[in-house]
């Protein structure tokens, strides 16, 4: 497999991870994206959730400018300052759909990542509520439902709250 | 669409037209890429074309260490600078295969781009020759053949010398 099919292969995962849990979403609850990168998968979440709230954190904006979230909605800076201070403003299981691709290239910072967000992203889950991830998680309240999406295992992970 | 739906879009059309050139391209004739980026379709082209002469033109280097050519075969510089002393060392028409993806974001900048490019080009290519490119051009004594190749129109534009 070439780095060419290699990426067709984790976008089309992407794409499909997000059709399947946003046609099963709890109709209550907030969702936030974090990492806006250049703003795809924003721009499909929001094309999938007219009318829904979408958080965006992203300590450098740079995405193109039409995958931009209105002002309110775009927190910028490290999610570990943000998250706690919307966890305070919205309250512990305030979102119904967390999508987290925030990795790098480095293995070993992706762990120390995953491992710092864990428990925030635990407070933020309503239950019954859905985490995509680039990653693996620890989550001791989410149950490990990768394998019910169809996506092929090992691309994308999926919780449950 | 979505911007996710687009980039899957472009990446498939462009994995489909290497995959068409390459199976049609002439026994003789070096094969250039002209802008490496992050590699992936030098990834692709090297592994559809094993033995070929690959040699890729670059600004700047930053691709997948797995994914930087062997030092004869990377061009370091500008190609309007590279471009014309390679055509000096291996002469008129030694190309028998030329993908170019070296626009931006800037519609004006890569008009520019391709009127400066197209003699360059044509210089380049073997009679029959294949060029891959990520926008139109107009050469005198190429035909465009895009339309021969299945990909989705004005996705991607291909000429044969
Ligand atoms: C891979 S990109 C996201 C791509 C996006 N999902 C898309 O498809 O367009 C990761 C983004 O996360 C951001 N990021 C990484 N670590 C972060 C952190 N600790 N706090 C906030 N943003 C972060 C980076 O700046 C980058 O824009
Ligand atoms: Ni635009
Ligand atoms: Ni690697």
Redesign the interface.
């Known amino acids: 497999m070439?780095?060419?099919?290699s990426?067709?292969r984790r976008?089309?995962a992407?794409?499909d991870l997000?059709d399947w849990a946003t046609s099963r979403i709890s109709p209550q609850g907030l969702v936030l994206e974090l990492g806006l990168g250049?703003?795809?998968?924003y721009?499909?979440l929001r094309?999938r959730l007219p009318g829904r709230e979408i958080y965006v954190f992203e300590r450098s904006p740079a995405a193109?400018p039409?995958?931009i979230p209105p002002d309110p909605y775009l927190l910028v800076g490290d999610v570990f300052e943000a998250l706690p201070r919307f966890i305070e403003r919205f309250g512990s299981g305030c979102a119904a759909l967390v999508h987290t691709d925030i990795g790098s290239g480095d293995e070993e910072a992706n762990r120390q990542l995953a491992r710092r967000l864990a428990p925030l992203l635990e407070n933020l889950l309503q239950p019954g509520g859905l985490l995509l991830a680039d990653r693996a998680f620890e989550l001791a309240c989410c149950k490990d439902i990768s394998s019910e999406t169809g996506v092929a295992e090992g691309r994308y992970f999926v919780y449950r709250r």
Chains 1, 2 share one sequence.
């Open positions: 070439t780095r060419l099919d990426a067709i976008l089309t992407q794409r997000l250049n703003g795809r998968t721009d499909h094309s193109h039409d995958c």
